[in-house]
């Protein structure tokens, strides 16, 4: 069973750090595409970065330059390192794996930044 789960979150201080993680698990990791989306209240949920199985990443412009995607095709995990947040980072940020022409998503994990 193809399955992922995020985990890292947390509160922090408006410039301060997380990461995220995702863990995976069933089919075959090297083989999918990650994404990292994000949920603030009240908002739709939003595209915030990905990479590909070849390792090649795309960042929404609104976190260019602060937040890093990166895999460990062995620990079948992806990561979302989250430099300088904002507040408006704040959100519930998701993990989505696509794989075989089907997207999978995870529970979410909370992220709050205070100012």
């Known amino acids: 069973q193809v399955q992922v789960r995020e985990s890292g979150g947390g509160l922090v201080q408006e410039g301060g750090s997380l990461r995220l993680s995702c863990a995976a698990s069933?089919?075959?990791?090297?083989?999918?595409?990650m994404g990292w989306y994000r949920q603030a209240p009240g908002k739709q949920r939003e595209w915030t970065a990905t990479i590909t199985s070849s390792g090649n990443t795309i960042y929404a412009d609104s976190v260019k330059g602060r937040f890093t995607i990166s895999r460990d095709n062995a620990k079948n995990t992806v990561y979302l390192q989250m430099n300088n947040l904002k507040p408006e980072d704040t959100a519930v940020y998701f993990c989505?794996?696509?794989?075989?022409?089907?997207?999978?998503w995870g529970q979410g994990t909370q992220v709050t930044v205070s100012s």
């Open positions: 069933g089919g075959i990791f090297s083989a999918s595409a």
């Open positions: 989505r794996r696509d794989y075989i022409s089907r997207a999978y």
